[in-house]
């Protein structure tokens, strides 16, 4: 992609105004789209796994494939994959205590981590969408 600043080698080039408001329209449903799944968790935590809507897994499966860049951002770190499957493994955990306690593979413990995970992931992917169009920063 041309650059339309010549700037110096290691310097950051600042986004232009269009990337700009696409980057704040983005943040912006972005954050209302987790402010009204914030306000439907319970979705995840009374309805059956194959009975919850596809608009509220769209915002599970996306944050899903980004947790790891999340986590290895926040925490500076290179780990890879592995906050997935780490993701993966108290997920696994969370289902034998829902067969254990109440006798389905779906329930309360399942659905808070899943939408934790999809809350925590999601928000912070919009903030810094919110954050990077008002600093006109690339990232």
Partial sequence: MLEYQFVE?????????QKRILRLVIGGVLVAYYVWQFTV????????????????????IIPFYF??????IEFNRRWGRWPQYGFLILLG??????W????????????????LMSQITGVTIAIAHVISAVLA???
């Fill in 9 to 17: 080698k290691g310097t950051i080039a600042r986004l232009n105004p």
């Fill in 41 to 60: 968790y319970e979705i995840f935590l009374k309805t059956d796994f194959l009975l919850i809507p596809w608009g509220i897994w769209f915002g599970v």
């Fill in 67 to 72: 947790l790891s860049d999340v986590v290895n």
């Fill in 93 to 98: 955990v969370a289902i034998l205590f829902d």
């Fill in 100 to 115: 254990i306690w109440y006798r389905t593979y779906w329930g309360p413990p399942a659905g808070w981590l899943v939408s």
């Fill in 137 to 139: 920063t690339p990232g």
